[in-house]
């Protein structure tokens, strides 16, 4: 129950020395140092403000993407068709893939690789989503490396 937060892209903050927080397309943690912590916090008239500056990371479209599929398939019910689907539109507004590849190629790339491993019993659909086959979960990072970009 508690990583079914990371594993859907929810938002989640962390509160305490190191704790790791994300919110949007920004993930950070607290600094790790007890004394800076008590420091940062106390600065701040104890709104909690003790983020490792060299900690934030902010996720493109693709980084997004690629958490969608190697953290939904982690969990039984499996990713939606329409969540991956809205997932590759937003890269074109990833500088990465700007004039690199059309959208359409990637959707066709993605969904040819699911009706593969479906075919191959890796992965399965119903109600619309995708989810691992046991067969799927045994070599999971290997069905996850043929979906992500």
Do not use: P
């Not at 500056?53 to 398939?73: M, P, Q, R, T």
């Not at 991956?84 to 539109?89: E, L, T």
């Not at 959707?107 to 067969?135: C, F, G, N, P, W």
């Amino acid at each position: 129950i508690h990583n079914n937060s990371y594993w859907v892209g929810d938002d989640y903050i962390g509160a305490g020395v190191a704790a790791h927080s994300k919110i949007g397309n920004r993930r950070f943690s607290n600094v790790s140092d007890i004394d800076d912590y008590l420091k940062k916090n106390l600065a701040s008239n104890g709104f909690l403000q003790a983020v490792d500056e060299d900690s934030i990371e902010v996720l493109s479209s693709k980084d997004a993407y690629n958490e969608l599929i190697f953290l939904g398939l982690r969990r039984n019910e499996g990713i939606l068709l329409s969540d991956i689907s809205h997932s590759i539109d937003k890269l074109k507004y990833c500088a990465e893939f700007s004039g690199m590849m059309d959208i359409e190629e990637i959707h066709l790339k993605v969904y040819h690789a699911i009706r593969q491993m479906v075919a191959e019993d890796l992965l399965s659909i119903s109600d619309k989503k995708i989810s691992l086959t046991q067969k799927g979960r045994e070599i999971s990072n290997t069905v996850f490396t043929k979906l992500m970009l």
